[in-house]
T-cell receptor, first 115, second 113 residues
Framework: NAGVTQTPKFQVLKTGQSMTLQCAQD?????MSWYRQDPGMGLRLIHY???????DQGEVPNGYNVSRSTTEDFPLRLLSAAPSQTSVYFC??????????????FGPGTRLTVL | AQSVAQPEDQVNVAEGNPLTVKCTYS??????LFWYVQYPNRGLQFLLK??????LVKGSYGFEAEFNKSQTSFHLKKPSALVSDSALYFC???????????FGQGTELSVKP
């Protein structure tokens, strides 16, 4: 199993550009989520999905869109990049439901810089 | 509202000494509690979790954590630290009634030879 994979590893954008961060998992996990990690702030939830076709907002959803057309993939779209979106982005997945006690598996992260 | 706090930004320990990384939580019901570790330039790795049962939970790499309901704490411990334990450690909590996984701000553990 590859686990949770993320591409790209690094990305530099100019303000106003759009892009998609890719996330895929091969563990048949129902639950997938996106976090951003900023110094001194831990991880903050951006969006999550409890299954294909179902997504919902997390703590910091503004400026980001998601979709979940398959169980395996959960891309994160930045609509119009802003310097405040400079961060490290992590995708995570787990076996089941939003309120389950199953631990999450994390991808290696995407380091995004917005100039 | 759910929250979790890690009161120490950094913990310094000598190799071979015991280590403790502190975590306190606040939830409306019974909590699910987790510890994760992040090595430099890597994603988070699961260490251990408390769901119910024994207050002392054993996890990966020789780590354990003690759940204390009266003090609303879930401190991570290891009897003998290794230099390779140096990393960023995150505590996280999820309300048993459902809800998002909330992370603490992280504690940088530095183990010196």
């Amino acid at each position: 199993n590859a686990g949770v994979t993320q591409t790209p590893k690094f990305q530099v954008l100019k303000t106003g550009q759009s892009m998609t961060l890719q996330c895929a998992q091969d563990m048949n996990h129902e639950y997938m989520s996106w976090y951003r990690q900023d110094p001194g702030m831990g991880l903050r939830l951006i969006h999550y999905s409890v299954g294909a076709g179902i997504t919902d907002q997390g703590e910091v959803p503004n400026g980001y869109n998601v979709s979940r057309s398959t169980t395996e993939d959960f891309p994160l779209r930045l609509l119009s990049a802003a310097p405040s979106q400079t961060s490290v982005y992590f995708c995570a997945s787990s076996y089941s439901g939003f309120s389950s006690y199953n631990e999450q598996f994390f991808g290696p992260g995407t380091r995004l810089t917005v100039l | 509202a759910q929250s979790v706090a890690q009161p120490e930004d950094q913990v310094n320990v000598a190799e071979g000494n015991p280590l403790t990384v502190k975590c306190t939580y606040s939830v409306s019901g019974n909590p699910y509690l987790f510890w994760y570790v992040q090595y430099p330039n890597r994603g988070l790795q699961f260490l251990l979790k408390y769901i119910t049962g024994d207050n002392l939970v054993k996890g990966s790499y020789g780590f354990e954590a003690e759940f204390n309901k009266s003090q609303t704490s879930f401190h991570l411990k290891k009897p003998s630290a290794l230099v390779s334990d140096s990393a960023l450690y995150f505590c996280a909590v999820r309300d048993i009634g459902g809800g998002k996984l909330i992370f603490g701000q992280g504690t940088e553990l530095s183990v010196k030879p």
